[in-house]
DNA sequence: AACAACATGTAATAAGTTACATGATTGG
DNA sequence: CCAATCATGTAACTTATTACATGTTGTT
């Protein structure tokens, strides 16, 4: 139900990273991206390489040291690197950017992916605090019918998760701030 | 990056329960469906209820008591039921079928729907038990370069995720088994 | 010898987004 | 009277799925 146009960013940050293949690429994705809730088939990742190869994004290097001869390694140009670069420094609009964003946050200064962590604990809090509401809604018989215990369940399941990621929030802004005293600490 | 065609099923999954006009099922996926991480536009609902009227899985009545004189207010036929609770009787084969399908819980039977909670349960169990290593490779700075701090967080967030989904899924089968019990006392 | 994993792709189709277009009603 | 909410829709476009098609290499 995304339709989010995630995929390009997400391949480009991996490779910005490591170059890669799309078989690697689709390994990590079912390994790793599905913590996310997201997925990519090679029907997507396969077109979206050879688009950004075409638009200068990517090399590519066939049978590269350690891979097949028919294996074709993909890896991130400059101008790659400043597209994707771009697009994690962008606003947050969509409702999982934070969350895929961060996983390319190196790309940019620790402060801004701080920043972009603060609004979205934020946003996450306010949306908590109106979730009660839901929560008696969603329990209402005359609205849902049978329904309702079920969607309280689900509803009382949304509150979890957005718990865990305020939590998750604090934690991560700690880590941060921690990891920036130590960067300044190197340079002074 | 969902693309899973779900949103038509939600759509019948809400009628089901009660008739609602395409912006009240909007205005109740902006509220609710987000927390499943999810989303449905006017340029999908829209042409989702005509296409149900059209099949005959739906019946409408522009202008019903207490709404506007030009809204459609839709209805689902006995087929549409039928079909909607084939769905959500059907395997469930995506990431989310389980959640999306406890919204509509009362169309199966309690016993069906404690079946789809435990095998949704045993999943994530033993999707958790290899996330350790997961968690270590993504700490691995050899892989992820600068960003392995960041992938590492990422990966504990998923973690939570399904360790609350575990958690989660106890409790829904817990309060499932004590509704069963309750309906059987009424039987008797 | 068989099977899992590695490896790449395409074509048809389906699904979803975005931007546009329009207008009435209600509450402050 | 202005803004928010209610209310419906379409068209162009983009994005993603599914099924197909093919072949190699390493492990048991």
Avoid: H
């Avoid at 390994?27 to 979206?48: F, N, R, V």
């Avoid at 369940?153 to 998760?161: C, K, R, V």
Wanted: hydrophobic letters at 35%; a positive charge; one cysteine or more.
């Amino acid at each position: 139900m995304a339709k989010t146009n995630y995929a390009k960013y997400v391949i480009m940050g991996l490779l910005s990273g490591c170059p890669m293949t799309g078989y690697d690429i689709r390994k990590w994705a079912d390994e790793c991206l599905k913590y996310l809730l997201m997925d990519m088939s090679y029907g997507q990742i396969y077109p979206i390489l050879n688009q950004l190869e075409r638009d200068g994004l990517a090399t590519v290097a066939v049978g590269s040291a350690g891979k097949r001869p028919e294996s074709k390694t993909y890896r991130l140009t400059e101008k790659g690197l400043e597209t994707i670069t771009a697009w994690i420094r962008s606003p947050d609009t969509k409702e999982y950017d934070v969350l895929l964003k961060m996983c390319f946050g190196s790309l940019i200064s620790t402060d801004e992916m701080i920043g972009k962590l603060k609004a979205y604990r934020q946003k996450r809090e306010a949306e908590l605090a109106i979730m009660d509401r839901y929560l008696a809604d969603a329990g209402d018989e005359t609205v849902y019918g049978p329904n309702a215990l079920y969607m309280s369940m689900i509803t009382m399941l949304g509150i979890t998760y957005f718990k865990d990621e305020v939590a998750w929030c604090k934690d991560a802004i700690t880590l941060l701030e921690k990891k920036k005293r130590k960067e300044s600490d190197g340079t002074r």
